[in-house]
């Protein structure tokens, strides 16, 4: 089995930045994507952007394309999401998910990190 587990979460103000990780553990994993998703209070999670394993390449939601960056590191098998210029509209809990088989299916999920970001 697969875990992914999150970390760097926390609360900041509006303007700040923030950098999540998602470190994979257990069997050997080979990702064909590895993406981030979030679910703000009372929404339906939604897809943040994701990164071809293999490639880097990138792709985002239109709400984040410019401030949100993500990054992998194959060695330690952690993918991250950089956050720039955040604002409340960015308050959620956010997940990592990987998946094996192609850019759209995600086998496995993280627990969630809570980001609050205040006015």
């Known amino acids: 089995q697969v875990q992914l587990v999150e970390s760097g979460g926390g609360l900041v103000q509006a303007g700040a930045s923030l950098r999540l990780s998602c470190a994979a553990s257990?069997?050997?994993?080979?990702?064909?994507?590895m993406g981030w998703f979030r679910q703000a209070p009372g929404k339906q999670r939604e897809f943040v952007g994701a990164i071809k394993w293999s490639t880097g390449f990138t792709y985002y939601t239109d709400s984040v394309k410019g401030r949100f960056t993500i990054s992998r590191d194959n060695a330690k098998n952690t993918v991250y999401l950089q956050m720039n210029s955040l604002n409340t509209e960015d308050t959620a809990i956010y997940y990592c998910?990987?998946?094996?088989?192609?850019?759209?299916?995600?086998?496995?999920w993280g627990q969630g990190t809570q980001v609050t970001v205040s006015s």
């Open positions: 257990g069997r050997t994993f080979s990702p064909y994507v």
């Open positions: 998910a990987g998946g094996e088989r192609n850019l759209y299916d995600y086998d496995y």
